[in-house]
């Protein structure tokens, strides 16, 4: 892969293969039991863990916890203001999308029979958005995720490992003609391909999803998306550990 | 009004006429004409104003502006987790009952044939509650409001005075017996009577809201926490003042 | 208060501080427990009590009973037809917010341990407006109550008192400068301030919502209107006691 | 068709084919251009008709009118209390069939290009129920329709006839197998058949609804039916005149 | 009744006593315990019948089954693309009210104890439209019913007889003047009187729902149309048993 | 990869690498401009395409066109009866993810400036499941969409080429540890991974849309399943090419 800003700077200045600046800040609000303000530079997501010491009824009597995620948006934390939600009586179709694609990537770290008869809710609001809300979200969700288990833990209500390894995510795309890591909304709104990569600390892949914008992507394309993703994903991990005191 | 915290001693250690510490902090997200974090203690509320260059039909034509607000509740802002209005399909009687004092304590301080044919709306997030988040949010709110028409004054798009004095909001309460001033949750959910007030810098009253949540209310005591509210308001309009850098 | 009814006329000719005049007609339909016609002047509020032994959620298993209520207009009993909240599919924010008045209006004569594991459902619709619907029905929702109760009594069913005293609501408002008792829709959709007070028959206030639609109101106002609001629910315990035969 | 009350007595006491006594109120409420109360014995439905200058989309500029019929019942007309439809947030499916049966039966009498661009909204508001809720709103709402048609041409702004004859209804069913007239609630929810028969007034037709309830109805039971449909109809056409003053 | 086809020719140039060409094909999907594909000319419902082990909460515990059914159209099952009410939000009111007449229509034939704690519901999705699809429906779900009824005695659930004779359902207008049976959408778009005619094998009516499209009707044409409806019913328990091989 | 079904045979037989028996059955039905029944083996879609002739408010005046889709399943489509979207009141997530999906498949192959301010709308209703029922859709819908945009040339409406080249998608997995082509029902439910690949008929990528339902998937896991979906997608090209008389 080609890392030539000088033929096609991106609107940030960034180098192809570089992400914005990860901040990660914990017990960023006081009642949930894993609290976390996650920024992608000026993308800024709280996520909080909240734990329930119930399940979903087709969940009920096996022994086994679940977990699950709602996104949300403040109204004005976009470009122009977003209708609220709540209001118009609805989640829409990229909200519900964006939430499943979070509860199905903390699931993959999780062994749910340790976890026993509990719920776990990632609340992942966007406080602040400049591209890159979802992946954050995951990245930021698996932090308070964690520090729910500990508060578990610490009141001695699990004994086993309940989270298992670690995920974190991040996006790459085709930004004219280039493939580049973590694209921000000046480039989102302006690419042919954007690919969101959800990943765990092993090197596996949780969930691809690649979505031709302009033109079809080709394979050689793919694979340098996913490379970067790779490089990308190395870095979150690095920057959840720093977060955790690990 | 006596002031004897040996006699009842408020859980926080306030003095029965102290406020918690107020914080207000402007240009807090970056989209929107004004964005404003408050705190009153541990309740943090992010206040922004969007301006949109449309009025609601039944203006339309006037030659007049509109100001209206929303509130909302992160679900992991409270104690336990809340429902999230979103998800269940429509917002709670006390949120509307919330962003409809909102919108009618704002207007109370806006000249709306000044701003034209535009609506500000403002959203009153609640991140963090500790008690009196719609006191917080009027404050809040008032100075995204004066942020959001100085936005429009420099683009030249407003002429005249918009904001006519200054409005602020604070609660005072029976807590215990005594009267006190800016309810904590924890006073707040075991007070006997809880008042909202809002008023403007002129000393007059915008809005009044008192409920007997335990036994009828006397007149004595409601011209005790009167007099706290006037005092709240007083501190109120110079924390607005000191942030407005006036 | 000035009672000068030359300087200022009310369109109906009332002096300031005289009420339209009530008429409470009980047992207006024959299912309910309680079923109360109540006209404050040309303003018609069917309120009917039923009664469910059941407790919501939150209450069961402690032995205490509730009280709730709902609150609807019929479309037409307005000067122009409004939307019909079943068909629109949702209860307005002004509707919301006075069932839940009226529901604590209510609850703060009721002793719950008294009632034991009932639901007291007390259904406010307004089959004709002329101002002053929400004091109206609570005002009436307080016979088909004590109707209820007694229904419950005489049939053996409950042995304490459950009707602790009396609530009544009236408004009071400043219409052209003036102090006035007991808005009707042409002052009320005209005036400055406009004040609900809700009271026991102990003097004690039990709501007080006060609202300035234009200036704000000043202290000797309030006090004026609290007055004026003292003398009106005089009158209406007065025409409850009268309607139960006491 | 036998008519033999001592073989099978009503539990009303009335003969076979004996509607209940009709009581006609007109201007019932003060703002709708028609307003009527009706009762067939103990069922009492409110009916407004409404004007607007305005009509649905699919008839904008075609110079022809619209009635349409909303229908609804009071939480605790019925004998046990009903969820108010407002709060479930949708209206179910017997109130939108009965709506829908109204608005088709009124505009059977309606010439639309007379009345012009106007919608007549008929609001039918069941007070109390005791069987027969939807004929009784047909017979009501005809009334309040006629007076609706009078306030317009009284202002001139109609000039043709815009009512072409009269329309009613009234049911009879097949009761402890005899067929009877004009159902109350006892026999409503203990027959085998309930029929609906909405008539003009001369002679024909304008909707048939027969349900068997228990056993299939017969050839020679449909006639029974029909015939005192007809003799219902025709004393209800009568009491139609009486209350218009013809 | 004149079969004069000279006269007044149906746009499909069937005599005005014949039905469209009747297909009925068993096992259509394979999942459902009755599937039924029902063709009358070019209207085209498929019909399942799902069995679940439970009933509403009104009759549990009473030893009772249920038969409910559900209507659906697909979007362009019409001439023009209809919304799809799963996107709007609700159901209409014609489908409501078609839903309705469906399950009562199916609960006319089936011993509700024979079938124990059970419900069956029938689910009827309009694939193609071109009038008649609730008399379709109707009789291809009574197919769909006897399918599933015998997969549970051929699992030994049941023992005695649960579908009691056969129900099937007709339309038949006054098209021009003339009455003619099983209306298509050409005739159901431009007819003066419309009636759906449900009926058992034994002769009775189930159900008779007849609507004055234009001209209301007289006794005579009332009784064409259900000497019609007669006609057409005989054809369709002939289908129907030709279907089942009996 | 190895396809070596002596080591672990797919539950129906197939070969790793072999799809199911597609058929194509154009003008299934006959109201809708394309009409297209596709099967994959038991999985079978009506996929429909509806011209209107106006945009959304976004595109209003820009001279371009927009395709859009719905998905629904009929209740009884599934191995259990599914709750009915429309009776529930709203679509789920799996089903509004499955329609964005479909829709911006559809669009990457239309030159919505070529089409004009139409939009096509493409329906997706799954008559039977049996796994990949959003990759039989998305290759459905081409072939419908095709059609439409015939019947729109033939009709002279359009001059230039609106469809650009071919769409299809196809599923892969892991199935008990081997990559395996087009999941029916039995292996989706028990798979590792599944993917769904979205292609154009240039060997370019659509969508990617992968998802570790068991362990994270490797590189070389990825690889072999983007290699089963390119031979799925050529098959499926051919299939629409002969259904399309190409």
Chains 1, 2, 3, 4, 5, 6 share one sequence.
């Not at 096609?8 to 006081?30: C, K, N, Y």
């Not at 690649?210 to 994903?233: I, N, P, Q, S, V």
Request: net charge neutral; glycine share 10%.
């Amino acid at each position: 892969m080609s890392q030539t800003p000088v033929v096609s700077p991106r609107p940030s200045g960034r180098l192809p293969d570089q992400m914005r600046p990860v901040r990660i800040e914990r017990a960023f609000t006081r009642h949930a039991e894993g609290s976390v303000l996650i920024c992608f530079g000026e993308t800024r997501v709280l996520c909080t863990a909240s734990v329930d010491n119930k399940v979903p009824a087709f969940l009920r009597g096996k022994g086994e916890g679940w977990v699950t995620a709602e996104y949300g948006m403040l109204p004005r934390s976009t470009h122009t203001r977003s209708d609220r939600e709540a209001a118009r009586g609805k989640q829409g179709g990229r909200t519900l999308e964006i939430q499943r694609l979070i509860g199905r990537a903390l699931r993959a770290c999780v062994d749910r029979s340790a976890l026993g008869e509990r719920t776990i809710t990632l609340d992942c609001d966007v406080l602040q958005a400049d591209g890159g809300t979802r992946t954050a979200a995951i990245t930021g969700a698996y932090v308070a995720l964690v520090d729910a288990v500990n508060w578990l833990r610490q009141r001695g209500e699990i004994k086993r490992e309940v989270v298992v390894g670690a995920v974190a995510a991040v996006s790459a795309g085709i930004y004219r003609g280039q493939p580049v890591l973590d694209l921000d909304y000046a480039e989102d709104s302006d690419c042919d391909t954007d690919m969101n990569i959800v990943m765990n600390d092993g090197g596996g892949f949780i969930e691809l999803q690649g979505t031709a914008e302009g033109h079809a992507f080709r394979r050689d394309e793919l694979d340098a998306l996913l490379a970067l993703g790779e490089k990308g994903a190395r870095e979150l991990f690095a920057a959840q550990n720093e977060a955790l005191g690990r």
